[in-house]
C-alpha cells in the first residue's frame, strides 16, 4: 500500500522560512524596539500561521496594528520576486511513483500557490494537493493540518509521513500520531538540538539522505 508524504513548505522546498521570520522580526524592531535576534523570533513566530503569530505575540504582550501584517506581506512579495531556490535533490523525491505527496503548509492558499509556481512544482502539487492553515481552526502546533490533509488523501496517520523542518511542524506530526521526519539543512545547531530534545530521530539534512530513507519503505 502507498504512503502519504506531507511536505512543509518554508524551510523544507525551499529556503523560505527564515526569509518570512526575518521580514517580521526586522517590523517588530523597528517598530517596538523589541531588540529580538532571528533565534528569539524563530522560537515565538517560526513554523506559524499569520493568526497563529498574531495569538502568540498578544500572549506575549506585544500589540501590533493590522498595518504590521499588510507590510509584512508585501515585504514577502518583494522577497518572492526576488526568487526562489528549491532544495537540492527534492525534485528526485516528488518523482517517486511509490508515495502520494502533498503540502500542508501554515501559509495562505494564495501564497502558498505563488510560492509553488515560483520554484516551478506545481506540476506536483496541483490545488487539490494544497493544504494551508486557512482550512482549520488551529495550525501548527496542533495537528488538525496534517489530520485534515491526511483524511483529504484518503490515508490513516499510519500511512503518513510528514518532512519539517519547524518545532511547531514537528509537534504537530507528533500529536496527529503521523511519523515525523526533520530536514534540518536550513537550522541553527541550537535548534536542532531541540528538535532532538523532542524525541525526533529522523533528522536530515540533504533531501538524497531522505530520498534513500523513504526507499525503504
Not at 94 to 103: A, H, L, N, R
Not at 129 to 135: E, G, N, P, Q
Request: a negative charge; hydrophobic letters at 40%; one cysteine or more.
Amino acid at each position: 500500500m502507498k504512503k502519504l508524504i506531507i511536505w512543509d513548505f518554508d524551510g523544507v522546498i525551499a529556503d523560505t522560512e527564515k526569509l518570512w521570520v526575518t521580514s517580521r522580526m526586522d517590523l517588530l524592531n523597528r517598530d517596538l524596539n523589541l531588540g529580538w535576534d532571528f533565534a528569539t523570533a524563530n522560537k515565538y513566530i517560526g513554523g506559524r500561521s499569520e493568526k497563529d503569530k498574531k495569538g502568540i505575540l498578544e500572549k506575549l504582550g506585544i500589540r501590533v496594528k493590522d498595518s504590521f501584517w499588510q507590510e509584512a506581506m508585501l515585504l514577502d512579495l518583494q522577497k518572492m520576486n526576488q526568487g526562489l531556490v528549491l532544495t537540492p535533490g527534492i525534485d528526485d523525491i516528488f518523482k517517486m511513483s511509490k508515495f502520494d505527496q502533498c503540502i500542508a503548509t501554515g501559509g495562505t492558499i494564495d501564497k502558498t500557490k505563488a510560492k509553488i509556481e515560483k520554484v516551478g512544482i506545481e506540476k506536483y502539487f496541483p490545488p487539490e494537493k494544497i493544504f494551508s492553515a486557512d482550512l482549520v481552526t488551529y495550525g501548527k502546533p496542533e495537528p488538525d493540518l496534517f489530520l485534515l490533509a491526511a483524511h483529504t488523501m484518503g490515508y490513516k496517520p499510519d500511512d503518513c509521513i510528514v518532512i519539517e523542518d519547524s518545532l511547531a511542524g514537528l509537534t504537530a506530526a507528533q500529536r496527529a500520531k503521523i511519523m515525523p521526519v526533520a530536514f534540518v539543512k536550513y537550522n541553527s545547531p541550537e535548534y536542532i538540538e531541540d528538535i532532538k530534545n523532542m524525541g525526533i530521530t529522523h533528522i536530515f539534512d540533504d533531501m538524497t539522505e531522505i530520498k534513500k530513507f523513504l526507499e525503504t519503505f
